[in-house]
């Protein structure tokens, strides 16, 4: 038979140990909602980083489009065609023409 001592001492080494143990699991459950939480701080801040990268990406390409119409438009008020079948031949009289109009008016 088991000695009453020492049953007593096994239960005590393996409360100890469970002890250790529950404290680590503790510790790693911290550490999990800590990251947890950085990851939803992070996946929030990447969201809004997409987001504003893709309107500053828009805003980039309406700004350029922008630009070469008004170029186009330039080069028509100062008489000469923009259209791709008189391109850069000046237009007799600055009478309209309707291919460049319409590139023109294209949006």
Known sequence: MVNKRELFDAFDGFSQN???TL???EAMKKQVQGLVEENTVLRIENTKLRDRLSQVEHE???KTLKQGKEHLESIYDEGFHICNLFYGQRRENDEECMFCRELLDRK
Request: proline letters at 0%; glycine letters at 0%; hydrophobic letters at 65%.
């Open 23 to 25: 404290a680590d699991v």
């Open 18 to 20: 469970l002890m250790v």
């Open 60 to 62: 980039t390409v309406h």
